[in-house]
């Protein structure tokens, strides 16, 4: 006997499909912990790398959470939810969106348990948001304060480990930190890759690495005192309308035109040259004329330069884009120490170097493979959100789990102070936690129940920075080991994981549109 469909459902269009109550909640917290699991294998040092073929064909590999999730095209609209925490962790803070992901899949995992008890949705709920505020306290409490450039350099060596770029991370922790000493914007850090070396030498450059070169082989391969010319305009004779005619009666006439037209390039040359500049970045076009006259003065030029590029070389050399060369005078002009065209691997690129008081650097990301230097990109970009966070708030934390392990003892003896149902709600967020150091041993081929069991032992005593070993299995100071995290990385992560497993057990109803739908006109009696 079929079940007849209730008066609700008969209001929604042919072929949706709608599930409520336990079942709805449960389809949701399936989907949050298979996200969580799917980027589990890639916490921590000894984690996995995943392999992605896209719709292009188009292959990544990389243990980077954010992109995994990016690149996944996640449909269920739940499982974006959690996708969206990644990328929200991702913009805010630079890192830790393996952490905030598998923190949702533990705490929806932990939830589920409670539902099985028949604890109601919203007593999880509150007690969820008692922890969470809590936990963020209690980050606070533990966090110890940023001194010096070495801890700086912890911190990046941290986001870089377990990456490919594991070998080098003493050196591009040095780079990263150097980078952001020069700077005062994540954005003005540009990171160019080139293929044909290994990864240790990969280099911070004062100024912009431009993937261009000169446009003329006679124009000088390196220009020392460098004045710089910026222009967001074509350095071309202005194409007439498609249905414009010239009416030229004889020889002299068309002679009479085309000497006209040089004459307005040289012009054009004369602007510039009067500025003193001996160097031209265009945004836009260069005539072949133009080329040859600008090197006849020894002037070295690059086309077609990119919107992103022209803003960071007026950061670097102090100079103006400008978009009518007529307005183009010596106060708009940029310096640089020296400009170079040098051979990368098969490919010339353009250096502008020692600027004074640059505000924008490069960091040549060298590799043996492309895949590589996409991966260790990732991983320098980890690392520059790491410290950026850092110095903002200046204050840190022990990594290698024991962050995590001291805040679930914390909240396990704040819920204490509760006796309602909450209090089961809060220490399951407290064990929920655990799932960093479970996952650091596990994807490290150690006994996650012993290292757990070890972990706890620790903290009782005190050591709110012991941490798991991967390497030994036993455990650490992972402070003193040089193993820290940024504090907003970790409160982030807390939060956003809160959140989003709160959304999601809020939800009893589920209605899935179906494809075929349609208007429906309701008859009343």
Known sequence: MSQQ??????????????NQGRTAQRMNILAGKLIGETVRTTLGPQGMDKMIVTDQQQTIITNDGATILREMNIEHPTAKMIVEIAKTQEYEVGDGTTTAVVLAGELLKQAEDLLDQNIHPTTIIKGYRIAATKAQTILQNISEPVKGKQILEKLASTAITGKVADEA????????????EQVDSLEHIKLETKTGASVAQTELIKGVVLDRE????????????????????PLEVRNTDADTKISVQNPEQFQAFLSMEEQMLQELVQTIAKTGANVVFCQKGIDEVVQYLLAQRGIYACRRVKKSDMQQLARATGGTIITNIQDLNKTHIGSAGSVSEQKIGEEHMTF???????????????AMTEHIGAEVKRALDDAIGNVASAKRAQ?????AGSSEMELARNLRLYAQEYSGKEQLAITSFAKAMEIIPKTLSENAGIDPVDSITALKSEHDKGKKWAGINVYTGKTLDAFNAGIVEPLPVKTHAVKAAADVAIMILRIDDVIMAGN??????IEYD
Do not use: F, W, Y
């Not at 469909?5 to 709608?18: D, K, V």
């Not at 075929?516 to 006109?521: D, H, K, L």
């Open 352 to 366: 502008v170097q020692e600027c004074k008081e640059s505000k924008a650097v490069t960091i040549l990301v060298r």
């Open 214 to 233: 000169k446009v003329h082989g006679n124009m000088p391969t390196t220009v020392n005192n460098a004045k710089i010319a910026l222009l967001d305009s």
């Open 395 to 399: 204050a840190v934390l022990g990594g």
């Open 5 to 18: 469909p209730t008066q609700a459902e008969q209001l929604l269009s042919q072929g949706t499909t709608r």
């Open 169 to 180: 991370k003493q050196e591009l922790s040095k780079l990263v930190v150097a980078a952001l």
């Open 516 to 521: 075929a739908a349609r208007e429906t006109e």
